[in-house]
């Protein structure tokens, strides 16, 4: 009695990009941290004067840096999200059709 399959034959290839242990990625977020901690550490003794509409404010540097550093991330993550759900109708519009 031989013992082949019956049905379609399944190929499994792996991604060459996912070889090595994952501390690649991990890089250049490490540099640019470094990066805004040292431009923050070197803006700690100046302020900054901001006027805006009818308000005017000063605020240290280093709390300005650091405030815009979380207002882009945010922002970033805001955009991130909205393709990704654009994406995902997308994809189940197409879905739909077959």
Do not use: C
Not at 64 to 91: D, E, P, S
């Amino acid at each position: 009695m031989s013992s082949t399959q019956d049905g379609p034959q399944v190929q499994v290839q792996r991604d060459s990009r996912s070889r090595g242990n994952g501390f690649g990625k991990l890089i250049a977020p490490a540099v640019v941290a470094i990066v805004i901690i040292v431009l923050i550490l070197q803006n700690t003794q100046e302020d900054w004067r901001f006027h805006f509409f009818f308000w005017w404010f000063s605020l240290p540097a280093a709390l300005m840096l650091a405030l815009l550093l979380v207002v882009g991330f945010l922002i970033g993550l805001l955009v991130a999200a909205l393709l990704r759900r654009r994406r995902r109708q997308h994809l189940r519009r197409k879905a739909a059709e077959y």
